[in-house]
């Protein structure tokens, strides 16, 4: 894990879903290099499986928006 700064963490998941319309948020519970998705761009920062309760975070302070049927989905609230 190369990154450490918790800011970039979050302020990196506006960049990554930005333009992109619906994004699926997790994949499966392991590392996973692909930074294309927020659990991958979560895990450059933390080894867990964070990416769903970040986004119910950012949902509620009107981040993005969720899909929550299976897979969850997010996307990024117009303005951010």
Request: proline share 4%.
């Amino acid at each position: 894990m190369a990154h450490t700064d918790p800011w970039d963490a979050l302020e990196g998941l506006a960049d990554l879903l930005r333009g992109r319309g619906w994004v699926r948020t997790s994949g499966a519970y392991e590392y996973s290099d692909d930074v294309t998705t927020p659990s991958g761009h979560l895990k450059q920062f933390v080894y867990r499986e964070t990416s769903n309760w970040v986004m119910v975070v950012l949902e509620q302070a009107g981040v993005v928006e969720l899909d929550r049927h299976r897979p969850i989905k997010a996307r990024l609230i117009h303005g951010f």
